[in-house]
């Protein structure tokens, strides 16, 4: 499985509409289709692992972003009424086909880890309509919330040098203290889901 890109003129449109906004996504869309490998440095205190997975010791975890707004309902959401949880933050499209792909992993594995204190949220992002998130949830039987973030607002939140989105589907793991701990810049199944939970669920 491999990262995919936006349909094809939506983000042309965007930048005309949000000019700074529309860049960000702009140079999302470029490199998604890229390697997927990260570029850790002595200055971002992140281990950058094979294959697009990175981690973060516990000592020098960024505290994530206040990532507020609308569900693909249209509903309040806040990744803050889940503090005190690990949280699986899962970027996504319903245009995307790796995260079509990925989607029943996560549905499967959201279920799994609830009672243990894992909270899944899905950023949905570039999706002119909502519907069809809407629909993608359905399809693939997703009963975690999703913001509808259709021209990457949330991402921008992140902080510089942090493990933030690079690609669609990216993946981010909080732990319970709400600071980012790792990092998957490719699809993912069940297995490799896992391999980035249980570590932040064995930490005390």
Not at 105 to 121: I, L, R, S, W, Y
Not at 157 to 162: E, I, L, N, Q
Request: glycine residues 10%.
């Amino acid at each position: 499985m491999s990262a995919c890109r936006a349909p094809r003129g939506l983000a042309t449109r965007r930048r005309a509409i949000v000019p700074a906004i529309g860049a960000v996504v702009a140079a999302l869309t470029l490199s998604a289709c890229g390697s997927g490998v990260s570029g850790g440095s002595s200055d971002t205190r992140f281990v950058t692992g094979k294959g697009g997975l990175d981690t973060v010791p516990k000592g020098d975890r960024q505290a994530a972003p206040d990532l507020t707004g609308k569900d693909i309902h249209g509903k309040p959401l806040s990744v803050g009424d889940y503090r005190g949880k690990i949280i699986v933050l899962n970027v996504w499209g319903s245009w995307c086909a790796p995260c079509i792909a990925e989607a029943p992993h996560f549905a499967k594995v959201a279920k799994a880890t609830e009672a243990d204190g894992v909270q899944f949220v899905g950023i949905n992002t570039r999706d002119p309509d909502p519907a069809n998130a809407r629909k993608f949830e359905r399809d693939n039987e997703v009963s975690y919330p999703s913001f509808y973030d259709p021209i990457g607002k949330l991402m921008l939140r992140f902080p510089k040098g942090s493990l933030n989105p690079q690609l669609i589907p990216t993946t981010i793991i909080l732990d319970r203290d709400g600071k980012i701990a790792a990092r998957a810049i490719r699809p993912l199944n069940e297995e490799k889901l896992r391999e980035m939970i249980d570590p932040i669920l064995a930490e005390k």
